[in-house]
């Protein structure tokens, strides 16, 4: 026999508000939600709580059974027609697969997820949200410009809804684009914007994710001080809001700068912090990346054991992920499908 978990829709509202600016804290009243929607077999409450832990373990490193989570929530939504459920539960999935670096099945969610929002006829913050999750599968395959139509498109559909939260998500988003696709001055403009937006409205993690970007373009420039200000700032501001994809991404630019600057054996004690969150959190495009970089430091270091290392490290990520990784090129060109009309 089913019946609501007590204060149900406070204790959710609660965890929305809270989950972004204070994740370690939140969590546990995420899993007790959960533990409480078993326990009273409340299955609308059980796809609440099952979306917030995703989202909050994400942000700590603790994806370990999120797809699990969410996989039983779209079959709860499915099962009792909880329609715009499903599409915030699919769209969850897209992001859990994303992060993985499964890039196609990532892609395959947000498409449906679209799909179940026009439907529905419903433009809401699901579909917001997987507009910039396939600009971003765009951008994993370099088509930095139509990843940019996708996130101008999050923007102008977020104006029926705002949110100033997928704001600065889809503002971030569209900065980096920018810059990847040889359109500098804009994209700087805009993460200096999404840095004071996110301090405005207290989003740590994205105050931290523009000034890693910020860093990240500098350093391309081979602006090495400016560089090192913008990413000793985000080390600071991911102490508020931890990230580890951010604090990964930040290791293996903290490390180059280090080796930039003449110091091959820093720069892989360095990255070893990046690899070893990169492994506990399941992010192994990322693993992967910052093994080669590790093994490049071992070359200039003369270290031919640890070159052997990285290398049989980045064989073995490359073997096992070989089906997810080296899927068919993908032709994004009728992706645009999925744009508003």
């Known amino acids: 026999?089913?019946?609501?978990?007590?204060?149900?829709?406070?204790?959710?509202?609660?965890?929305?508000?809270?989950?972004?600016?204070?994740?370690?804290?939140?969590?546990?009243?995420?899993?007790?939600?959960?533990?409480?929607?078993?326990?009273?077999?409340?299955?609308?409450?059980?796809?609440h709580a099952c979306l917030y832990l995703s989202i909050i373990r994400n942000q700590l490193g603790m994806r370990f059974d999120d797809c699990t989570l969410l996989l039983q929530a779209l079959e709860i939504c499915e099962t009792h027609d909880y329609r715009l459920l499903s599409a915030q539960v699919l769209e969850r999935l897209g992001r859990d697969r994303?992060?993985?670096?499964?890039?196609?099945e990532s892609l395959a969610y947000w498409k449906q997820c679209i799909e179940v929002c026009r439907a529905l006829r419903h433009c809401g913050h699901a579909h917001v949200q997987a507009l910039i999750g396939l600009g971003h599968v765009c951008s994993a395959y370099n088509e930095h410009l139509q990843a940019v139509e996708f996130h101008r498109a999050a923007l102008?559909?977020?104006?029926?809804?705002?949110?100033?939260?997928?704001?600065?998500?889809?503002?971030?988003?569209?900065?980096?684009?920018?810059?990847?696709?040889?359109?500098?001055?804009?994209?700087?403009?805009?993460?200096?914007?999404?840095?004071?937006?996110?301090?405005?409205?207290?989003?740590?993690?994205?105050?931290?994710?523009?000034?890693?970007?910020?860093?990240?373009?500098?350093?391309?420039?081979?602006?090495?001080?400016?560089?090192?200000?913008?990413?000793?700032?985000?080390?600071?501001?991911?102490?508020?809001?931890?990230?580890?994809?951010?604090?990964?991404?930040?290791?293996?630019?903290?490390?180059?700068?280090?080796?930039?600057?003449?110091?091959?054996?820093?720069?892989?004690?360095?990255?070893?912090?990046?690899?070893?969150?990169?492994?506990?959190?399941?992010?192994?495009?990322?693993?992967?990346?910052?093994?080669?970089?590790?093994?490049?430091?071992?070359a200039a270091l003369n270290d031919s054991s640890g070159i052997e290392y990285y290398g049989r490290q980045l064989e073995h990520l490359h073997e096992e992920n070989d089906q997810s990784w080296h899927i068919p090129a993908i032709d994004l060109s009728n992706i645009r499908q999925y744009l508003p009309g």
């Open 1 to 47: 026999m089913s019946a609501t978990v007590p204060n149900a829709a406070e204790r959710i509202a609660d965890i929305a508000r809270r989950m972004y600016r204070a994740p370690s804290e939140i969590l546990l009243q995420a899993e007790a939600l959960l533990a409480d929607s078993y326990a009273y077999h409340d299955l609308h409450t059980q796809v």
């Open 98 to 104: 994303y992060t993985g670096g499964l890039y196609a």
């Open 156 to 298: 102008q559909l977020l104006k029926l809804h705002p949110d100033p939260l997928i704001h600065v998500r889809a503002l971030l988003s569209l900065g980096w684009d920018l810059y990847n696709g040889g359109q500098s001055d804009e994209a700087v403009q805009i993460l200096h914007e999404t840095i004071e937006l996110s301090r405005q409205h207290n989003f740590g993690h994205y105050v931290s994710e523009s000034l890693l970007h910020l860093g990240t373009i500098h350093l391309k420039a081979r602006d090495l001080a400016q560089a090192e200000l913008y990413f000793e700032e985000c080390l600071e501001s991911m102490q508020e809001t931890p990230s580890h994809w951010a604090e990964c991404n930040l290791m293996g630019m903290l490390a180059e700068i280090r080796f930039l600057q003449g110091s091959p054996e820093m720069a892989r004690d360095i990255i070893e912090r990046g690899i070893h969150l990169a492994q506990q959190d399941g992010m192994r495009h990322i693993e992967a990346k910052l093994n080669a970089q590790a093994a490049g430091y071992c």
